[in-house]
């Protein structure tokens, strides 16, 4: 797999093959680990870092990883990395480090292995829709592959060891990317977003934590690893989200009966503007695609597809217009590049 490879193809948790695609994007496992016998990650030294990295290379072929698909920091330049995190393939914190950090990529991006990050380990995998059983069962197999060629530090009491004590335990975060337009629109999302909370999951923005909201996307996972099991943990929140999925429908329809003619105006006033615009930024844009998106799920409109939709959301961001055309552009010129892309792909979708 080239950096081109991943540039130019589409993630395939983003196929809308999933269940309940249309309104959850994509589910995601995560698992922290560490080797026992190395310092953390933020404490060892260059040749500790660059032991590590060849140790969970060595390992990770078990897991069915090819190492020519590994992308270290050292390597890739500011814009590259912008295009890793736009697909959700390494985090900020990665992104600040060069020397012996990096990101294993598994083919089609279902299961990645971010390497000493906070962990020596960051073990990803991803699906489309709301299917948290799948995510998990994939890193269960890749983590047990690993754990036949590496030593996990572990405690009888606190469970796996982990650089921050939040992750201590199962090391598990599960989450889902989703979309609540309906919920936005009535102002019923404080309300949600308040129940989450109390249910011990945590609401972010689109990029995970720190992150605002942008289109009416949502990152929701568990806020806690520690006391639970990794049975525990996905199943609570699948009934969590399943419950917001009602709630979405549910505000989906209130919106119809009471302002029906305003969600029209809405959704066809976004395509209208995507469809002639002649520059957009990517805030715009996404808030725009969400109006569409949410014409999709009522039936308003035909066209464009969900999966369309999806890889525009990857696209049209900064890093991959720059990356894919082969040029460096100011915030403005990609501004434009971006509106021509986007009405390219609209001229098909009628007004």
């Known amino acids: 797999m080239t950096f081109e490879t991943i540039t130019h193809t589409l993630p395939a948790w983003l196929s809308e093959e999933g269940p309940d695609s249309i309104i959850v994007l994509s589910s995601r496992a995560r698992l922290a680990r560490n ?18 990295v060849r140790e969970v290379l060595d390992a990770a072929e078990a897991a069915g990883f090819d190492s020519s698909n590994y992308f270290s920091t ?11 995190m736009e697909r959700h393939l390494i985090s900020p914190a990665l992104a600040k480090h060069d020397g012996s950090h990096g990101v ?23 699906c489309s829709g709301l299917d948290t059983g799948q995510v998990m ?17 572990q405690s009888k009491n606190y469970g796996y060891l982990t650089a921050c004590p939040t992750n ?26 308040r129940s989450a909370g109390q249910l011990g999951m945590a609401v972010r923005g689109y990029r995970g934590e720190g992150s605002d909201v942008v289109g009416n996307l949502f990152q929701i996972s568990n806020q806690k690893s520690f006391g639970r099991t990794e049975s525990e943990i996905v199943s609570g929140l699948d009934i969590v989200v399943r419950q917001i999925i009602d709630y979405e429908k549910k505000a989906a329809g209130v919106l119809m009966k009471e302002a029906g003619n305003q969600v029209y105006d809405k959704v066809w006033r976004s395509v209208g503007i995507l469809k002639t615009a002649r520059v957009l930024s990517t805030h715009e844009f996404m808030n725009l695609a969400s109006a569409v998106r949410l014409g999709r799920y009522l039936g ?6 969900i999966h369309q939709l999806n890889e525009l959301l990857i696209i049209t961001q900064p890093g991959h217009l720059q990356e894919r ?18 009405r390219e792909r609209f001229v098909d979708v009628s007004v």
């Not at 050292?74 to 890793?84: A, E, G, P």
């Not at 069962?137 to 530090?153: C, K, N, Q, V, Y």
């Not at 460096?328 to 021509?340: C, G, K, N, P, T």
């Open 35 to 52: 080797i026992e016998g190395f310092l953390f990650a933020h404490r060892a030294d260059d040749k500790t870092l660059n032991h590590i």
């Open 300 to 305: 308003i409109l035909k066209q464009p597809e």
């Open 104 to 126: 294993l990529v598994r083919e089609s991006e279902k299961a990645s292995i971010m390497v000493n990050e906070e962990d020596h380990i960051r073990l990803q995998a991803l």
């Open 137 to 153: 069962e994939t890193a269960r197999d890749i983590e047990d592959l690993l754990s036949h060629e590496l030593t996990f530090s």
């Open 168 to 193: 201590m335990g199962t090391g598990l975060r599960v989450s889902v990317l989703i979309h609540l337009p309906a919920l936005v629109l009535t102002k019923e999302i404080q309300r949600v977003v």
């Open 325 to 342: 055309s082969g040029d460096r552009f100011d915030s403005s010129e990609r501004d434009r590049m971006r509106a021509d892309l986007i």
């Open 74 to 84: 050292d390597d890739l330049d500011d814009l590259k990395k912008n295009v890793l």
